[in-house]
């Protein structure tokens, strides 16, 4: 009858955007507002609470999640020990 929610997350559930931080701009405070709630993934949260999930379904995608994390550390860690064949150092623009 009840939930487990040992391991969910707490939604703080405050997004305030005020006329003095926008200096009274009504679509200021709309894209602002905008932001914050995508950044504190208000709606993503929303959306996946709206349907049932099976804990086998949840724990698959959790242990998806964290092999396509593995991975991704790992190309990053191989890309940065191999000695790159041009000589040029990634990322600098000089001219």
Do not use: D, W
């Amino acid at each position: 009858m009840y939930k487990n929610r040992r391991n969910q997350k707490e939604l703080s559930g405050v997004v305030k955007v005020t006329a003095e931080e926008c200096n009274g701009n009504v679509e200021k405070m709309i894209r602002r507002f905008s932001k914050k709630v995508k950044k504190e993934r208000i709606i993503e949260e929303v959306r996946e609470r709206s349907h049932f999930k099976k804990k086998t379904i949840v724990r698959a995608e959790a242990k998806r999640n964290k092999r396509r994390l593995i991975n991704k550390v790992n190309q990053r860690r191989e890309m940065l020990s191999a000695p790159s064949s041009s000589g040029k150092r990634r990322g600098t623009n000089r001219r």
